[in-house]
């Protein structure tokens, strides 16, 4: 028996399997930094589905939208939250497949969470608008 294999968890089968599952579901993948690609291109497509989105979702509708009832019953909400997950996908591709800046993106994470502070979180006290 080598250190290494004394070094490593011992993991029930169960639990083998879950981490083969995850694994095959979720493989590490990292991006050689040469294969990264200039920024511009995404950060100029990123601001065109923020601007769609304030253009079809009026962010103090949104911040209106107060208690659990409402939040789970708005058509508006619901739209707006599925509006959300492409943002997300463009700007987790912005952070991991390009040049951007850090400081840039910095300020496009904080367009983000202006809407997503809008669509909010619903909780039992109802939707929190500040996370």
């Known amino acids: 028996m080598s250190m290494e294999d004394l070094n490593k968890p011992k993991l029930t089968a169960e639990q083998a399997e879950q981490y083969e599952d995850y694994m095959r579901r979720y493989p590490d993948v990292s991006i050689d930094p040469k294969d990264?690609?200039?920024?511009?291109?995404?950060?100029?497509?990123?601001?065109?589905?923020?601007?769609?989105?304030?253009?079809?979702?009026?962010?103090?509708?949104?911040?209106?939208?107060?208690?659990?009832?409402?939040?789970?019953?708005?058509?508006?909400?619901?739209e707006a939250k599925s509006a959300l997950i492409p943002i997300v996908s463009k700007m987790k591709n912005l952070e991991s497949a390009t040049t951007i800046a850090p400081e840039k993106f910095k300020k496009l994470k904080e367009m983000y969470r202006k809407l997503s502070r809008a669509v909010g979180i619903v909780t039992q006290d109802g939707v929190d608008h500040n996370r």
């Open 36 to 78: 990264l690609v200039e920024s511009e291109p995404m950060v100029a497509e990123f601001l065109g589905m923020i601007d769609l989105f304030e253009i079809n979702f009026s962010l103090d509708k949104l911040h209106e939208i107060v208690s659990m009832k409402e939040a789970l019953e708005s058509p508006l909400r619901q």
